[in-house]
C-alpha cells in the first residue's frame, strides 16, 4: 500500500485549520437544531468518511479531508456530549483526551516500533493514524457559544450580566476587585437569591467621559431643535428636552423636532 497521508506543507496546515474550524462550526449548528438527529447525522458522516478513506489504496485529497473534517465535526459533538450532557468540564474532557493520546501512541510505538506519519502504509498504521486525528481533533470546545447560551447559560453553563455603571467617576481609580465587590454586595442586596451564585468571571471596561454627568446649569447650553439656519433642525440627546443624555432623551428629542416642524409647516 503507498502512504496514504498527505505531506505536511504550509497548504497542508491551511486546509487543516479550515476543516478544523468548518468542523466544530457544523457541529455546534447541528446541536442547535436537534441534539439527537445532530449525532446521528455525524455518526452517519463519520462513518461514511472512514469507508471511504479506508477503502483508498494510496493518498486520495477528498477521501482524506472529508475524514478530516468529520472527524472535526463529529470530535467536536462527542466533546460537547461529554461536557453538556455528562456534565464533564471542559478541563476534564481535555484531561480524558490527553490520556486517550498518550494511549494511542504508546500501542502505536509498542506494535510499530516507530510514529512516524511517513510510514502509514499499513491498515493498522492507518488505524493509529486516524485514532491520533479523532483524540487531538475532539478536544475542542463550543466555537459558537451564544448558540448554547439561548438555552441554558454560557458555555460554562452560567449565567452572564453586563451592567453600566454610571457616573463612575467616583470608581474609576478604584482597583477592579474593589469595584466588583461593591457591585456584587449591591446585587446580592437587590436580588438576595443570588447570594448562592458563585462568581466565576468578571471584566470591568472602564470609559471615562464615556457617560454625561448631570451638573447644575449646563441645561442653557443645550440648543434647541430649531436652529438659527432656516429648514435646518436638530436632533440627538445633547439638544434641550427635559431628560438627561441618554437614549430617552435622544428619542424625545427626536419627537421634539417632528411637533415643531408639524406646527412651522402645519399638517
Ligand atoms: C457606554 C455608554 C453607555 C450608555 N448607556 C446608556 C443607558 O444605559 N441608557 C441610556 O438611556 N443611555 C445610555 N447611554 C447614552 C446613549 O447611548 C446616548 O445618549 C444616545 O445614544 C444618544 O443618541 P443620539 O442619537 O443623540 O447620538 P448618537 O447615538 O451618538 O448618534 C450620533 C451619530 O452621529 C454620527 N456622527 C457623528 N458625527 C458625524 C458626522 N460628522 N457625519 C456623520 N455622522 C456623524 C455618529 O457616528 C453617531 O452614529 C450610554 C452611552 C454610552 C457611551
Known amino acids: 500500500?503507498?502512504?496514504?497521508?498527505?505531506?505536511?506543507?504550509?497548504?497542508?496546515?491551511?486546509v487543516k485549520l479550515l476543516t478544523t474550524a468548518a468542523g466544530e462550526a457544523s457541529s455546534d449548528y447541528f446541536a442547535t437544531h436537534s441534539k439527537a438527529i445532530g449525532a446521528a447525522v455525524e455518526i452517519i458522516v463519520v462513518l461514511v468518511g472512514v469507508l471511504w478513506q479506508f477503502k483508498t489504496r494510496r493518498y486520495v485529497a477528498p477521501a482524506?479531508?472529508?475524514?478530516?473534517?468529520?472527524?472535526a465535526t463529529t470530535g467536536t459533538g462527542v466533546s460537547d456530549t461529554m461536557h453538556l450532557v455528562f456534565g464533564i468540564p471542559y478541563g476534564g474532557?481535555?484531561?480524558?483526551?490527553?490520556i486517550t493520546l498518550l494511549g494511542v501512541f504508546f500501542l502505536w510505538s509498542r506494535t510499530e516500533h516507530t510514529l512516524s506519519i511517513?510510514?502509514?502504509?499499513?491498515?493498522q498504521r492507518e488505524l493509529f493514524y486516524w485514532a491520533t486525528i479523532f483524540a487531538t481533533f475532539a478536544d475542542v470546545s463550543i466555537t459558537c457559544p451564544e448558540e448554547f447560551q439561548k438555552n441554558m447559560g454560557t458555555a460554562n453553563g452560567g449565567s452572564v450580566m453586563s451592567l453600566?455603571?454610571?457616573?463612575?467617576?467616583?470608581?474609576m481609580n478604584m482597583p477592579n476587585e474593589v469595584i466588583t465587590g461593591l457591585v456584587m454586595k449591591d446585587i446580592h442586596e437587590r436580588f438576595p437569591k443570588s447570594r448562592q451564585a458563585k462568581l466565576l468571571k468578571s471584566t470591568i471596561?472602564?470609559?471615562?467621559?464615556?457617560?454625561?454627568?448631570?451638573?447644575?446649569?449646563?441645561?442653557?447650553?443645550?440648543?434647541?431643535?430649531?436652529?438659527?439656519?432656516k429648514n435646518f433642525f436638530l436632533a440627538g440627546?445633547?439638544?434641550?428636552?427635559?431628560?438627561?443624555?441618554?437614549?430617552e432623551g435622544a428619542a424625545l428629542s427626536g419627537k421634539l423636532v417632528a411637533e415643531k416642524l408639524l406646527s412651522r409647516f402645519g399638517g
Do not use: C, G, N
Open 1 to 14: 500500500m503507498a502512504a496514504k497521508v498527505p505531506e505536511i506543507a504550509l497548504l497542508f496546515w491551511v
Open 93 to 98: 474532557t481535555t484531561f480524558i483526551w490527553i
Open 164 to 171: 453600566v455603571l454610571a457616573p463612575a467617576h467616583k470608581l
Open 64 to 71: 482524506y479531508w472529508f475524514l478530516a473534517l468529520a472527524i
Open 237 to 247: 440627546d445633547f439638544t434641550y428636552q427635559r431628560y438627561l443624555a441618554s437614549m
Open 205 to 229: 471596561v472602564k470609559i471615562p467621559q464615556s457617560v454625561y454627568k448631570a451638573v447644575p446649569d449646563v441645561d442653557q447650553f443645550r440648543p434647541d431643535q430649531i436652529s438659527p439656519i
Open 118 to 123: 511517513h510510514s502509514i502504509v499499513t491498515r
